[in-house]
């Protein structure tokens, strides 16, 4: 087997653990190719947070049945991450051209089992309940050289009512300190500029190791590396300190940007989906925020529709949507997950009201957007330019310390993948919502 192909569905988490898995692949000898056609392997990294991204992979494994007729044949196909632990053996009843089904916990096992398929052309099934490794652990192979994801913790002891995270990737355990530290070290000698610190909640980092949370310690650490970017997700609201918020401040390297789940703004409905916070304590930390970090962007997800979800509660998610002026926000229609609390309540609201409400919500979220971006327009920024947009090859893409799309025409004469992995300041000349325009230079 010489080639590979990888499609990642969900989250970041998810898409660190692809990292790994092409890294093991290519250890393997094996090199990646754009095309099913092409594939000698081909791996599903999974995710079943909401019900869509179960019906893209079912929809994506039925669609290469052709490339084995008759169910022999063709490529290995498997299927890990979220779904692959979820389901085990119950993926292979219902996708009968699957070959391997892997969990979030054995990641370093893939190409013993892809081999096993193979050889044995027998169908291979591994899921364990917990993890001996951390996938980070793992040779990786980094889709672009100088930015790292770095999970700095694994799993979830939240429980959101509505979430199936914590059943499909465990308990929250957290790496060393000093082992990340160093991890860090040696990407930025690699070449590496921005780093994303990631876990399900990074605010309680270090809880399980040392009994108390580290995580403003970990971020003023990794700041002071050398790494030119420091970004993270997730933040949990009930555990974001102070600390944070001071380090967040005052460290340069620690980009001015916040994923700020607030998921509803009723405290009704907060208590039913057992996120441990109130409207009121939410807003609070919204203003220390703003106020101690000049330049914030703040993003945020949105579940529209849970159990019960009245109008009213709607409209004080719409009020705390309005009052947070967030740069970004993930807007989630509910879907029931098995096995989670919130699948077993009442109060299924009706489709339409649903679609109605998101619609409403969408358009405030846009509006705010905008209007951020328009305050920046004539300011300068700093850009971290990713290479040539997808759509037109003389205009560059980047990212500014707000986490914004940046798009700046490629200069007379210059090719655009000189300037990927390059941070240049930027005049930034238009807003729209989710992009910025802008030209290289300053104004001086
Ligand atoms: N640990 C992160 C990410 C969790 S999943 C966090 O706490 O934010 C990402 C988002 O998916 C969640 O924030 C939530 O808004 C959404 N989500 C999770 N479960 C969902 C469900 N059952 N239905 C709809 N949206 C859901
Ligand atoms: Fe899910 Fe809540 Fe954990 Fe996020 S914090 S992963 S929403 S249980």
Partial sequence: MDTYLIRTFGCQMNKHDSERVAGLLRAQGMRPVENAEDADVIVFMTCCVRENADERLRGQVASLKVLKPGGVGGPVIAVGGCIGQRDGQRLL????????????????????????????????????????????????????????????TVGCDNFC??????????????RPL?????????????????????GQN?????????????????????????????RFATSHPKDLSD????????????????????????????DLMNRVYTR???????????????????????????PGETEDDFNRTMDIVQRC????????????????PAAEMDGAVD??????????????????????????????????????SKRDPLILTGRTPGNKVAHVPVPPGRCADDFAGRILPVIIEEAQTWFLSARLGTNS
């Fill in 93 to 152: 009843d219902q996708l009968p051209h699957v070959d391997v089904v892997f969990g979030t916990h054995n990641i370093s096992h893939l190409p013993v089992l892809i081999d096993a398929a193979y050889s044995q052309r027998k169908p291979q099934v591994e899921v364990l309940d917990e993890s001996f490794e951390f996938a980070s652990d793992l040779p990786g192979e980094r889709e672009h050289p100088w930015h790292a994801w770095i999970p700095i």
């Fill in 202 to 230: 990074v605010n309680s980092y270090g809880r399980d190791l040392y009994g108390e949370p580290r995580f403003a310690e970990i971020l003023r650490a990794v700041a002071r590396t050398g790494v030119a970017r420091v």
């Fill in 280 to 306: 009121d304590d939410y807003l609070g930390l919204v203003e220390r925020l703003y106020s101690a970090i000049p330049g914030l962007a703040l993003s945020t997800d949105v579940i529209v529709g849970f």
């Fill in 351 to 388: 489709r339409a009201v649903v679609q109605a409400r998101f619609d409403r919500l969408v358009e405030v979220v846009q509006a705010s957007a905008l209007n951020n971006n328009r305050r920046l327009v004539g300011t300068v920024t700093e850009v971290l330019f990713e290479g040539p």
């Fill in 161 to 174: 009512s509505y979430c199936v995270v914590p059943y499909v990737r465990g308990r929250e355990r957290s």
């Fill in 243 to 270: 600390a944070t918020i001071a380090a967040m401040a005052e460290e340069p390297a620690v980009m001015p940007y916040l994923h700020l789940p607030v998921q509803s703004g009723s405290d009704r409905v907060l």
């Fill in 325 to 340: 002026h967030y740069d970004q926000a993930f807007t989630f229609i509910y879907s029931p997950r098995e096995g989670t």
């Fill in 178 to 198: 000093e082992q990340i530290v160093s991890q860090v070290e040696a990407l930025v000698a690699d070449g590496v500029l921005e780093v994303t610190l990631l």
